[in-house]
């Protein structure tokens, strides 16, 4: 099935540096979220996003919609151990059910 | 429980078995989904209930595949003839309505053989 791209798709960084990732597809999305997943665990939201160019901060995490519908970065400010983890990219065509489209995922590991 | 509950966590069938796994939602939750992760993807949405009524099962990649939800609230996801490519980890996730966020639960992690 479709699946959005998002890369990269590792990132090895060290503690307290900055990380960024981004996520595109050919269609338009209305929706973009982006979602954090430990292992054996199910996925986690962390940002929605509604509005095309809309920035939207929670904590140390930044996320932005593109202006184009068809793609959207996260950021995420000085790294801790706890960020360790997948994050995922999503995003849903229309208003209502959560019927999401991911990315494969970027894979974040921090050395301390 | 607080959170979405999948049982089993872990499943190992063989090639050919009939499988169920089960998903009890959030108490309230109306809105329940199936999703399927395979190794080094994201999920792949499989089926949406709305109440006791599947209201898009157009993820169901073949006619093997079924789920109900009879009563809405506990979802069964059934696998007939399984085949080694159905081995993925299994989520579900609910929502309080179909327009809010989800909540996913840990997963089945499927092993056929």
């Known amino acids: 099935g479709q699946q959005l791209n998002q890369s990269p798709q590792s990132m090895f960084i060290q503690e307290g540096e900055d990380v960024s990732m981004n996520c595109t597809s050919s269609?338009?999305?209305?929706?973009w979220l982006w979602y954090k997943q430990d292992p054996g665990e199910g996925p986690v939201l962390l940002i929605a996003?509604?509005?095309?160019?809309e920035l939207t901060s929670n904590g140390r995490l930044t996320a932005q919609f593109g202006i184009t519908r068809k793609d959207s970065f996260l950021n995420i400010s000085a790294s801790i151990p706890s960020d360790v983890g997948i994050y995922f990219c999503a995003g849903q065509k229309f208003q209502g059910a959560q019927k999401l489209v991911f990315g494969q995922g970027t894979r974040l590991t921090i050395n301390p | 429980g607080a959170g979405v509950s999948q049982t089993p966590s872990n499943k190992v069938t063989e090639k050919g078995k009939y499988v169920e796994l089960r998903c009890d939602p959030i108490s309230g939750h109306t809105a329940l989904y199936w999703y399927r992760q395979s190794l080094g993807q994201g999920p792949e949405f499989l089926i949406y209930f709305q109440g006791t009524g599947a209201a898009d099962d157009s993820g169901l990649p073949n006619d093997r595949f079924f789920a109900v939800r009879p009563e809405g609230s506990v979802s069964t996801l059934k696998i007939q003839r399984t085949e080694r490519g159905d081995s993925a980890v299994y989520l579900c996730?609910?929502?309080?309505?179909?327009?809010?966020?989800?909540?996913f639960g840990s997963g089945t992690q499927l092993s056929v053989l």
């Open positions: 996730a609910s929502s309080p309505t179909a327009n809010e966020k989800l909540f």
């Open positions: 996003l509604y509005k095309a160019g």
């Open positions: 269609s338009i999305f209305n929706t």
